[in-house]
Structure formats: C-alpha cells, structure tokens
C-alpha cells in the first residue's frame, strides 16, 4: 500500500505546474506530506485540547491530528496549494473528532490526512467517510488558536461562517434539547426505635400504686 500510496502522490506532485498550483518545485507536495507523517502521534491528556502552532509540532516532532495537519497545512500554503483544514469525523462509527485537510488539484477534490498517511480523491469515498460537522466548542478551539496565533479567518472557510453565526446569535451553539434533570425530594425519615428497645419495652410491667403491694 506504501509504494501504490508514493506513486499516486508521485503523480500528483508532477502534475501540480500544470494546474495553476504555482508550487516552487514539483516534488514540495510529496515531501511536506511525508515529512507530516513522520510526526509521532501524541494524544492529549482527557479533557484538554491545545492546538499547537506549526512552528511548535515541527519543534517538538510529536502531536495529534489537528497538530499535524495545521503543520501539513502551514508548509502546502507556503508553496502555493490550494488546501484547507476540515473538522468533523473520519468514520460515521466513530465519535471522536478529527482533523484533516483537503486539497484541489485540477478539478478533484483530495482527502490529505497526515495522521492517517493517506491521499484520496473525495468522490471515491463513501459519503459517511470524512464528514464536516459544526461544533460550537470546536469552533471555539478554532478561533482561539487564530488569535493567539494572529492568523486570519481562511483555514476552514466553514467555520469562519459559523463563528460569524455564533456571534450573531448566542444561542445557536446550545443544545435544541433540554433534558429535564430530575432531583428527588428529600423527605425527613421517621425516628424508630432499635429493635433491642422494641423488644424490651414490650416486656416491661406497668405497675399502677393501686397495685402496691406495700400499701
């Protein structure tokens, strides 16, 4: 699959002059793609999410999806490449988030995936495969790493339009549905007694003075 995979972007790299591309050689594809994928794969600690600058994962030699395909992304601009990121799910069975980037060569769409290692024409893939989704807390990850960063809106042209619509309407990053949470009243319990004192108050003999004895 390596080889059928080096080939393919082989030809792909060839021909970009030919498209309008304006790369400055012909090869710069092939060798940022690969340098990409060397990056070792680091998964975030549960619950954070930094996105890394391209500068920083080239440093570091380590990151996970967004990390390397930014990085992807930032050398193919560079050279002149038509590419931009894409945020959503690789697979419809998984639910994890991913990263990846795409590409026009000519008049095809590619699927770049870095972490991954692979180049695909969009049209050959299943729709449920590498599908866009919006998400407010993503978009939100997004537009803090262009401002710490001074980049401006144009590395995922859709998620520049959705942080357009949630700035106009703060609630259309919140959930259409609200699941009523249910919270149990808490009532004082009865005080009972032990069940040695139970059994021993009903075996006490109530004695009334005209029952003395001594009177």
């Not at 393919?8 to 021909?15: E, N, R, V």
């Not at 790369?23 to 998964?43: D, M, Q």
């Amino acid at each position: 699959m390596r080889r059928a995979l080096t080939s393919s972007l082989a030809l792909i790299a060839i021909g970009l002059s030919s498209i309008g591309c304006a790369p400055k050689h012909e090869k710069s594809f092939l060798y940022h793609f690969n340098t990409a994928s060397r990056i070792r794969y680091s998964r975030e600690e549960e619950g954070g999410d930094f996105w890394q600058t391209a500068a920083q994962t080239k440093l570091l030699e380590s990151g996970d999806c967004e990390d390397v395909s930014l990085s992807l992304l930032d050398s193919l601009r560079k050279d002149g490449y038509k590419v931009v990121a894409r945020f959503g799910r690789a697979n419809s069975r998984v639910r994890e988030l991913h990263v990846w980037l795409e590409a026009e060569f000519g008049n095809e769409t590619y699927i770049v995936d870095p972490t991954v290692g692979i180049v695909v024409k969009r049209s050959s893939l299943s729709p449920s495969a590498y599908q866009c989704i919006q998400s407010a807390s993503l978009a939100r990850t997004y537009k803090d790493y262009m401002d710490r960063n001074n980049i401006g809106p144009g590395i995922n042209p859709q998620y520049d339009i959705y942080l357009e619509m949630l700035a106009k309407d703060k609630n259309l990053g919140r959930p259409k549905v609200r699941i009523p949470v249910y919270i149990p009243v808490m009532r004082p319990m009865p005080v009972r007694k032990s069940y040695s004192e139970e059994k021993l108050a009903g075996k006490k003999k109530i004695i009334s003075p005209a029952d003395d004895p001594e009177d």
